[in-house]
């Protein structure tokens, strides 16, 4: 399996252990940084520190861990010149996957001004994005997202992330792949199923989003497992499983 977006810098060795041996191969780490951030040099220790030192970790019980890079929404920050000539490095270097997450979270012009300069970087250098939607206000906020998305990037490097039944229906006729978070506050088991249920397989990648915020490591193979007894087709659910996230992320 494979857990499509994590914050591996705030979780413990045994968490990763215990997704390893429930079969999780492969998660993806993204920025976020939970604190207050007193300037660009933290953000970029943030960084340094998931893609130096996270993987490492994680690596030693089994998990192999993929890096997302990128500035979430709550931690825009100016001056962020520095920060983008590093997104620019890593993407060159081949050393991320996608930039993530980004995105939008209560639509200040400073959030709207950085989201929008790191989804011309991922145009220009076709690289991935891993977009976050945020727990309030989210229908509304998503729109916004939408709309920048489709006057500054291909939906097709898109995971638009997050994605619950009150916002299924904005994004899945746009071309973009779909992420569901089973985290406790967001969203269950049964939800995710209910989902995939109404609207398929082929556009959805699935997470558990495990971060300082409750969270539970094994919500993916709980999601696929939970799949497994109700008798859904296995190509279906190899597809929520990892074969989505592997084609889309070249993993
Ligand atoms: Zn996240």
Redesign the pocket.
């Known amino acids: 399996m494979i857990d499509t ?1 994590i ?1 591996a810098d705030t979780r413990s060795s045994e968490d990763f252990e215990k997704m390893f041996v429930s079969g999780i191969d492969t998660a993806i780490s ?1 920025c ?1 940084y939970p604190y207050k951030l007193a300037n660009e040099s933290v953000l970029i220790n943030h960084m340094m520190r998931i893609l130096n030192f996270d993987a490492k970790r994680s690596s030693e019980y089994g998990l192999n861990l993929k890096i997302a890079l990128g500035i979430h929404p709550t931690n825009s920050l100016k001056p962020n010149d520095k920060i983008f000539e590093i997104l620019a490095r890593f993407i060159e270097k081949k050393k991320i996957v996608a930039l993530g ?1 980004i995105g939008l979270e209560k639509l200040t012009n400073e959030e709207i001004a950085i989201f929008k300069k790191q989804l011309d970087l991922a145009d220009e250098t076709k690289t991935k994005v891993i977009i ?1 939607t945020p727990r309030e206000n989210k229908l509304n906020v998503l729109k916004v997202i939408k709309s920048m998305v489709f006057e500054s990037i291909d939906p097709k490097l898109v995971v638009i992330d997050h994605i619950n039944q009150t916002t299924i229906n904005e994004v899945v006729d746009d071309n973009f792949i779909i992420g569901l978070t089973v985290q406790p506050q967001k969203m269950d088991v049964e939800e995710a199923i209910t989902i995939f249920t109404g609207y398929g397989f082929n556009d959805f990648i699935l997470n558990s ?1 495990i ?1 300082n915020k409750p969270s539970d490591p094994l919500s993916v193979p709980k999601t696929i497992r939970t799949m497994e007894k109700l008798g859904f087709k296995k190509k279906n659910i190899e597809k929520i499983a990892f074969a989505n996230a592997k084609k889309f992320f070249n993993l």
Do not use: R, V
């Open positions: 977006h914050h993204c976020y997450e976050h989003d971060s």
